[in-house]
């Protein structure tokens, strides 16, 4: 009757806004961490120079996740995380495993993005700090990541944008407490719900558009702030 169709619309409008906050919530996680694990992790390997074998070995673990398809990503994640032997067992079924797994997946673009912005740099960058006696992180944080701030932010909003569309690998990993709008979308399609998978998916497309607007207005303020020197 109405009462029922009522409390069937009440839950589905509760079921998408939950949804919509943990795919955001799980996006953001995603692109900021991701963001300064990717590129530390590609200015220590691009400037180690002590050792060449780890340096080669480091770069094939940064390109492997592109060879790796997300369903076998996902089900990896579920046999290892899941034992109960594992001390890291306790962040299966959580927000955390969701984050993790979303970086590891879109790692090797963001890797060689980033890789390929510190290669512009001088070589000698490193050596002129240390015979000047400043310590090597504070010529990145004055000297690299502002010259590299583009591709900083291009990275953000690549993983964002990723992780609010991924299905192949979280769709093994949530709970009920962490379902994401592009999961929650191929579930409402497979129970017949062609107009809910619908308004979900646009939901989506919504939500990364406001936010990459959002980005562009940030980046585009921050960059004329800090690149004026392109223009000279």
Known sequence: DHRDLHKEYRRQRQMCIRDSF???RM???AAFFGTIIIF???YLI???RADKSLRDILQMIALMPMAIPGIVLGL???FFFNMKDNPLNFIYATMAIL???TVVHFYTVSHLSAITAIKKLDNEFESVSLSLKVPIYKMFFRVTLPVCLPTVFDIFIYLFCNAMTTVSGVIFLYSYDTTLASVSSIHLDEQGDVAGAAAMAMLIVYISFLVRGIHTIISTFL???TQAWRNI
């Open 22 to 24: 943990n795919s955001v």
């Open 27 to 29: 996006s953001l996680y």
């Open 40 to 42: 530390i992790g590609s």
């Open 46 to 48: 691009e400037k180690m």
């Open 76 to 78: 990896a994640y579920i």
């Open 99 to 101: 984050v993790i797994n």
């Open 223 to 225: 960059l004329k702030r």
